[in-house]
């Protein structure tokens, strides 16, 4: 059990920590707003009103007893600024912080930030490849440069093992896994012969994937 301090209480941030409290952590939920906390204090193990721009309130939290923190504040940067760097400075090994666009991204990863989450550029990358692309069931961007995709397997590859398909040659992407009939082989190896309604879960660079989706018409 990790224990994690979520600051913001939005949806975005009350989903994180309702669903880590499920997860059987132990969740602090940090917001201004009163009726936000009464409304999640039951689902979480404490929840508490505060002013994050008040330092003397922040520090009366005990951050140095959390793992994670997750910084969900949206709106006011300021806030979310301050946040981050009272839990840098009480030695949180590790801050996720929640960025509406890169500028604010940039700001928090400069003041102590380990890794910032974009949910409106990540959806929409997500609604565009799915849009385009009916053979693409989920992609999720690790970074701006590579994506897991999860794509099912086209006609052409049927009855082919990963070595014939020449993913790593032809498409320069890794099969990280093969999802068949509800069994989920990891690392599967070259002569793993591929079938119809099989999905396959690649890592690659957003460009190599792009390629491989207009190659293969997926």
């Known amino acids: 059990m990790k224990s994690f301090v979520v600051f913001g209480c939005g949806r975005f941030g009350s989903t994180v920590a309702t669903t880590l409290a499920e997860l059987d ?3 602090l939920v940090v917001d ?4 936000k906390v009464q409304g999640i204090s039951d689902q979480v193990t404490a929840a508490v009103q505060c002013d994050v721009l008040d330092e003397n309130a922040i520090k009366d939290l005990g951050l140095k007893n959390f793992d994670v923190a997750v910084i969900a504040i949206g709106t006011n940067l300021e806030a979310a600024i301050m946040a981050t760097i009272m839990s ?3 030695g949180i090994s590790y801050i996720v912080a929640k960025a509406n666009g890169l500028r604010h991204g940039n ?3 400069k003041v102590g930030a380990n890794k910032i989450i974009y949910p409106e550029i990540d959806m929409g990358y997500k609604v565009a ?3 385009t692309s009916s053979n693409i069931l989920d992609i999720i961007q690790l970074s701006p440069d590579f994506s897991i995709a999860e794509i099912k397997v086209v006609p052409d590859w049927y009855g082919k093992t990963i070595e014939q398909v020449q993913f790593r040659k032809l498409f320069n992407v890794t099969i990280l896994g093969i999802e068949s009939r509800d069994n989920l082989d990891i690392s599967p190896s070259s002569d793993t012969i591929l079938l119809e309604n099989d999905i396959l879960v690649l890592l690659g660079s957003n460009e190599d994937i792009q390629k491989l989706e207009k190659m293969q018409g997926i």
Request: hydrophobic content about 45%; aromatic content about 6%; charged content about 30%.
């Open 25 to 27: 952590n132990e969740v």
């Open 32 to 35: 201004i707003n009163f009726d």
């Open 88 to 90: 840098k400075e009480a």
């Open 107 to 109: 700001i928090l990863e």
């Open 129 to 131: 490849h799915n849009l």
